[in-house]
Structures are given as structure tokens and as C-alpha cells.
């Protein structure tokens, strides 16, 4: 059986006690690329945030190649929106491409020669070596998705996943970025990625997962990219299920109580 | 040298420099006031350590006001996680309501009698002449740590203020990270209001990295150069106050380093003022000379002849402010572009090339707002007068590109190119 780079079992998690994610469920393949995609607000963002351990659910767990977070933290490799920070921080490209060979371990360290080496060859690969000085207040909506690329390929991780890589960049970063990912799927990396552009995302993916709110589907993206399914994703949201989400929210029920926990079972 | 200004001197540069670095970081995450927020919060922490401690207990006040200061800060971050009231509403609430019970504290004492001859007032405004020797002690081992905590916790403290969410995913310990620079804070608040006091102390917690931030794009260059402008305003403040009988330390260091913002806001060069105005007053003259060579460029078009045109010929053909463009016709001269002809002006061929670029780039950027903005022919004539001077030649690169090398503009009106 081929390996599961990520399990998603049974997870609800919500956001200022308003549900986001409804019971979803599904697990993904090693060595694809994968789109999440759902319209606006369907949760994509949530999903991959609490995949990440950014987020606590509510219930459910998510694990990744068969161990929690913790234990394969290296393995993994995030790439957040680029618009959820201040470019006009001060730095250069080099400086934030070196915050990928950060870790817990080496925190009170300086940077090594190694890891210079490995940002450098990170820009390279992202043909951004002559930016490597460059202010990044400075550089293209593009450039910087680039920049952010490159942080995560100087993690060397097993698995990527990215939050909406390709908004507001050009078309050359476009091909460029997807480029990329397909050498990346070659070494047998698994790159997840939320997306939210229906027009694309059945050229630049492998395998989907349908989200609104609820799992619409999850699998190869012959099985989901169906009319059936895709209007039922996009379709608008389901009226019964978003009421009972502002009742829950307004009137302060809990979510689950706190005895139901659905954790992974002590092995 | 008297060894009282020696000891004000030596406490007030440590506790400015050491300040300014740790305030930088929050003056980058955007949090300027929370600075603010926990000093005026550190209050009640220092009156009751006060009344607990024999009063003059160096360590005691620091403990005092590091409890109330967390405190503070975790209640900010509480408030806002648990309710809906915006971050600045927060601050607010915390920083009022910590204040007023110290106030309230303050008064209890004084009331008591023991209060005047301790000098707890000197929280408020700050007192730098009351320093001890050994505050300074105290300071300079407090300042040592800030230095080396920030040293030490660079990455963290870099990367936490850049991008959190990256520092959470990459298995950072953030909120031991958080937490430590939370410490850092309150310790430089505590010892820095022994000089400035409650209300000025944000000033030097944010002041300096304001300032640095306009001279520089780089982190590390930006905390050495906040730590320079502070330390330079606490030796200029208490010069001044020593020199002049009667003046308070705090407020003149505190003038001293706004002195230092407005500069750097005025001088810095790109973000300063004075850069800004200059960029905008260049382009104000490119923008008059470039309508001199086009209009004489349009004048030759239109005869098939080299023309020759006086002052008043052009101020006939284009309405503009005469001593503007006598202004703009002497730059001309100089770089060669025109050539004075009898009683007016002739292109040179450099002038003509670059009067043909100006009219090539009004027509592009006309033909492009109609073809790709769906603009109507009788709209676009303005745009296209300011973006004939924008357009740099990389744009008219793309534009050429995108446009397929087109031969007329909407106005059936030939664009020029430049022969090869």
C-alpha cells in the first residue's frame, strides 16, 4: 500500500466558536500534487492552519505520514499567504530564505555555512540568486511568492504545503512556480495546496480535495472534478448547516462537550 | 567630574540604548502602544512592591513591576482572544485600569505620610537625579541582560515579528519566545522610568527605532542605530538638564530623541521628506521638458521641416508658467537637446529621438486604454499626458510587445519609432 502523507480523520474546528470545518475526512497519497479547493470562506486556509498545528480543532485529529506533527515536524514545510505579513519589514530575500533552515534546535545558534549554502542553492532553484540582496519591500507581488517558495525549499522537507501560491502573481511566476512543484513531485515530494480558481485547478493537480465547510469530496481528480461534485461545492452553502452554525456561535453552545473527545486511540 | 551628573549619565545612556533595542521589536509588529500600555501598568505593581518592600528596595520594585506588567500584557492578549473588542480597545482598557488602581494606590500612601520622602512620584515623571549608586549597578547589569537577551534570541525575536505563523509551523517555541520578550520589555520599561517616569516612557521605547527605521532596511543596522540615537539623546538630555539649574532629565532626553524622529523623518534619504520632495521636484522639470521636445517634435511632424521656435511660439501652442519653461529651455540647452537659433530654439538630434520617445509612449499609452481598458478615443488624451513621462523603457518594452508592434494610435495619427 502506498504511504499516507496526510490523514485528516474525523476534524472539526472552528474559528471564534463559529464551525469552519464540519467532521472532514479523507487521507492523501505520497508523492502528488494535491489541490484543496472550495470557494471563499469554505475553510481551505483552516485546514491546512490546523494541519500545521496552528489552529486547535475541536474535535478530530490529523496526522501526517502516520505521526503527529511533532514527531515529523522537519518532514514538513509551510508556506502561508502572501499577504499575512509586512513586507515592508526589514530585510533582505537572503535573510528570509534563511529563515527556513531555522529550527527549535538551533535557535540560540548563528547561521551556518551550510545553511547559506542551502539558501543559496533555494534562490537558485527559484531563479531569484541575483535578488539574493535585494530589499523585499522592494520586489514584485510574484517575486515575493517566490521568496516564500524558496524558504520552503531551504527546509529540505518531504511534504510542502502552500496557501494559495498562485494569487496575485504574473503568469512567468505562474509557470515558473508550477514548474517547480512538478520537479518537486518528480523527487517524490508531496506538495499540498489550497487554491480557490476552479479554471486551473483540474490542469495543475493530480488529486483534489473538494471542500465547503463540509468534505464535498476528496481523490484522484477524475473522480472529483465532476459537474455533480463541483456544483455542489460551489453551489452556495448548505442554509441549514450555516444556521446552525451562527445558533452554536451566538448562543455559546459548546461545540462538543468537553468529555467527547475523539483523539487518536493510546496505542 | 561630579560623580551625581557622572552616575545620571551612565544610568540614563544604559537604559535608553538597552530600551531602544528591545522596543524595536515592537515598534515593527505594530504594537507601539502596548509599550505604552505596560508601562503605565507597572504602577501599581511598583506602589504596592513599595509599601510591601522597606520602600527603597532596588529588587523589590523590579519584581513588583515585572509581575504587574505581565500581568498587564497577558490580560491585552486575554481580552482580546476572548471577546470581540479590537486590540487598541484592549490596550486601552488594560492601561486605564492599571493606572487608575495605582493612582489610587499612590494616594492611599501618601495619605499615610510615608510616600514624600521616598519619592514614589518619581514614577510618574521620572527623577534621573535621584539614581543611586546602586541603580546604576542595577541598570547596567539590567542592561547587560536586555543586550545579551536580544543577542541571544535574535532568530526568535526576528522571525516572531515577521512571521509567526512560519516560527509556530517550523516547531519554534513561540510562546517561550513570546514570553522572554515580554520579560525584556518589562524590564526595560522598569528601569527606564526611574528617568523618564510612566508617561514618557513609550517615547523611548519607540522613538529611536522610528528614527533608525528611515536610514535603514537592515534589522540588525536598524537596533545598533536605535541604540545610538537613544544613547545620544540620554547624554545631550542630561547635559542639558545638569547645565541648566532646575531642568528636569526625562523631559530633555525625551525632547532630544523626538528631535532625532523629526529629523530622520525629514532627512532620511528615500523615506525622508526632503528625498520625497526632491523626486517629486525633478519630475516636475522632466515633465516640462519633455512637453517642450514634444510639442517641438509635433511642430516638426506636422511641417516636414526643422523648425525654430521662440518662447512665445511655444507659450502660443501649450499653456505653461513662462518662467517655467525659460527654466526648462536652459536645461535643454545644457544637456544638449535644443540648440538656441537666432531669436528661438531648434532640436538637436538627440532632442528630436527623445521628443519622438515622449509622443511614441502618449500614442502607445493611447492605443493601449483603448484597446485593453475598452476606453473611448475622446477619454484618453489626459492619462496619456501624464503617462508619456511615467513609462519607463522596460513598460514601453512590454507595451510594444503586448500591443504587437502597432503602426497608429486611435487617432490614426503614425506612432514614431526609432529607425534601426
Known amino acids: 500500500m502506498i504511504e499516507k502523507s496526510i490523514e485528516v480523520h474525523n476534524l472539526t474546528v472552528s474559528y471564534h466558536s463559529k464551525p469552519v470545518l464540519w467532521d472532514v475526512d479523507f487521507s492523501l497519497p505520497t508523492g502528488k500534487i494535491v489541490g484543496i479547493v472550495g470557494p471563499n470562506g469554505s475553510g481551505k486556509t483552516t485546514m491546512l492552519k490546523t494541519i500545521m498545528g496552528l489552529m486547535k480543532p475541536d474535535s478530530g485529529y490529523t496526522e501526517i505520514f502516520g505521526q503527529p506533527l511533532d514527531k515529523v515536524r522537519e518532514r514538513v514545510s509551510y508556506v502561508p499567504q502572501r499577504e499575512s505579513v509586512d513586507w515592508d519589514f526589514p530585510a533582505d530575500v537572503m535573510d528570509v530564505v534563511l529563515m527556513g533552515r531555522y529550527r527549535k534546535n538551533n535557535l540560540f545558534r548563528r547561521i551556518s555555512k551550510e545553511d547559506k549554502r542551502i539558501a543559496t542553492e533555494a534562490l537558485e532553484k527559484v531563479n531569484l540568486l541575483e535578488f539574493a540582496h535585494r530589499q523585499i519591500s522592494q520586489l514584485s507581488g510574484g517575486q515575493q511568492q517566490r521568496v516564500f517558495i524558496a524558504r520552503s525549499l531551504a527546509q529540505q522537507a518531504d511534504i510542502y504545503l502552500m496557501d494559495e501560491p498562485f494569487v496575485g502573481v504574473d503568469a512567468a511566476t505562474e509557470d515558473a512556480i508550477l514548474q517547480l512543484l512538478r520537479e518537486m513531485k518528480n523527487q517524490g515530494k508531496t506538495v499540498v495546496i489550497v487554491h480557490h480558481d476552479l479554471q486551473t485547478a483540474n490542469e495543475y493537480f493530480d488529486h483534489i480535495v473538494l471542500l465547503n465547510t463540509r468534505l464535498v469530496a476528496a481523490g484522484p481528480k477524475e473522480e472529483v472534478f465532476t459537474k455533480e461534485l463541483l456544483q455542489e461545492a460551489y453551489g452556495g452553502r448548505l442554509t441549514v448547516l450555516s444556521k446552525l452554525g451562527d445558533l452554536i456561535s451566538t448562543e455559546e453552545f459548546p461545540l462538543r462537550e468537553p468529555e467527547f473527545k475523539e483523539n487518536k486511540p493510546e496505542k | ?420
Open chain 2, 1 to 420: 567630574m561630579d560623580p551625581i551628573f557622572l552616575k545620571v549619565l551612565i544610568g540614563t545612556t544604559l537604559l535608553a540604548s538597552s530600551a531602544a533595542v528591545v522596543g524595536a521589536f515592537s515598534y515593527l509588529k505594530g504594537q507601539s502602544l502596548v509599550g505604552d500600555a505596560i508601562a503605565h501598568a507597572l504602577l501599581p505593581g511598583v506602589v504596592l512592591a513599595f509599601l510591601l518592600g522597606d520602600g527603597r528596595n532596588p529588587i523589590f520594585l523590579i519584581v513588583g513591576a515585572l509581575v504587574s506588567g505581565l500581568i498587564a500584557h497577558y490580560g491585552i492578549g486575554y481580552i482580546q482572544s476572548r471577546t470581540k473588542l479590537k486590540s487598541d480597545t484592549a490596550v486601552s482598557l488594560v492601561l486605564s485600569t492599571f493606572f487608575g488602581f495605582g493612582i489610587m494606590l499612590m494616594s492611599l500612601i501618601q495619605r499615610s505620610g510615608q510616600g514624600q520622602q521616598a519619592g514614589l512620584e518619581r514614577y510618574l515623571l521620572g527623577k534621573a537625579a535621584a539614581i543611586t549608586m546602586d541603580d546604576v549597578y542595577i541598570f547596567s547589569a539590567l542592561a547587560v541582560l536586555l543586550m545579551v537577551g536580544v543577542g541571544l534570541f535574535y532568530k526568535g525575536f526576528q522571525l516572531m515579528t515577521f512571521n509567526e505563523d512560519f516560527a509556530s509551523a517550523i516547531g519554534l517555541p513561540v510562546t517561550f519566545i513570546r514570553f522572554t520578550f515580554t520579560v525584556l520589555t518589562v524590564l526595560a520599561i522598569t528601569i527606564g522610568i526611574q528617568t523618564v517616569g510612566v508617561v514618557l516612557m513609550a517615547a523611548l521605547l519607540i522613538t529611536p527605532s522610528a528614527a533608525a527605521r528611515a536610514w535603514t532596511k537592515s534589522l540588525p543596522t536598524m537596533l545598533l542605530l536605535a541604540a545610538v540615537f537613544a544613547a545620544s539623546s540620554a547624554i545631550t538630555g542630561t547635559y542639558i538638564s545638569s547645565a541648566i539649574p532646575k531642568m528636569p532629565t526625562g523631559p530633555w532626553v525625551v525632547l532630544v530623541l523626538a528631535f532625532f524622529g523629526f529629523g530622520s523623518l525629514i532627512f532620511a534619504p528615500e523615506k525622508g521628506w526632503l528625498a520625497k520632495r526632491r523626486r517629486a521636484m525633478a519630475n516636475q522639470k522632466k515633465t516640462v521638458r519633455e512637453n517642450v521636445l514634444k510639442l517641438m517634435y509635433q511642430q516638426e511632424e506636422r511641417s516636414d521641416l526643422n523648425v525654430v521656435l521662440s518662447d512665445t511660439d511655444i507659450l502660443d501652442i501649450r499653456a505653461m508658467r513662462p518662467e517655467k519653461l525659460r527654466n526648462a529651455l536652459r536645461d535643454l540647452k545644457r544637456r544638449l537637446l535644443v540648440v538656441e537659433h537666432g531669436s528661438g530654439y531648434a532640436l538637436t538630434e538627440l532632442g528630436r529621438s527623445e521628443g519622438r520617445r515622449v509622443v511614441r509612449l502618449h500614442r502607445l499609452w493611447e492605443l493601449y486604454l483603448t484597446e485593453r481598458l475598452g476606453m473611448a478615443a475622446d477619454h484618453i488624451h489626459p492619462g496619456a499626458e501624464t503617462m508619456e513621462h511615467v513609462i519607463t523603457p522596460e513598460i514601453e518594452e512590454l507595451l510594444v510587445k503586448e500591443l504587437g508592434n502597432p503602426e497608429l494610435d486611435p487617432h490614426q495619427s503614425p506612432i514614431p519609432y526609432e529607425e534601426a
